[in-house]
């Protein structure tokens, strides 16, 4: 059986990482009684994280980070060219993550800043997808190591997955979590890709986006509700735009 035009045998997995935190990678390498079933399913021949192999002979590359770098443009080329389906792996990969926040100053003045004399050269930051062709999207920050699983499970063994359409509000009332408006406190749940099992709500924070929008999402009724709650634009604007995953809906 192929799909995808991957054989269902053990395809061989690479794994690199882009401007980020290599916190998805090494959701990967976390989960320690899902792992020796996830390593029989794969073979790992690029993952710096936990194997010192480094072949170019693979099938499907996770890219993990966003793209803020001439020499990472370059290097995406090449995994594309090399991988039968690339995948983007976490919030960065996405979406541009927390890196994309630089993208609102400038960087030359950033660079003198933070570097001094010594400047180093940097590019606006991307998803991944707006500098190759992406063949699937896993977003997070991390990631969910349950759904990864379950979408290599797809990509290998056709076993049907679907990222959930309905937003972290729903996930959220599942768990019988107060409502974080109900105390004054910001939440995107109402617009944001549900999948997480909104543990930031349960956590007293409320939702930052990390897994960008909810299929359909509502933003115009959203943010008339929450300017009902007497929360500005700015504030609105700053959490929408933590993870990149909202440019085209920030008020
Ligand atoms: S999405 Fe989050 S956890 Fe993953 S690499 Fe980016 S910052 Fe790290
Ligand atoms: S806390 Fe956030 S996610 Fe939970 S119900 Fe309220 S708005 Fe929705
Ligand atoms: S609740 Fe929101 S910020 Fe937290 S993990 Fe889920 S999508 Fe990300």
Redesign the pocket.
Known sequence: MKYLGIDSVRPRIAVFELTGCEGCELQLANKEETLAAFLDAVEVVNFREISSSSSDDYDIAFVDGAVSRADEVERLEVIREHAKVLVALGSCACFGGVSRLKNAFDLNEANREVYGDRPQETLPVRAVSEVVAVDLEIPGCPVSKDEVERIVQHLIWDVPYHFPAYP??LE??QRY?V???EVGLL?L??ITRAGCN?PC?AGGL??WGCRGPAVEANAEEFLTTVHERGFTNDEIAERMSFFGGFEGLLP
Do not use: E, F, R
């Open positions: 972290v509000c959220c009332k979590t409502c974080t408006y939440c749940g109402p909104a709500p409320g939702c």
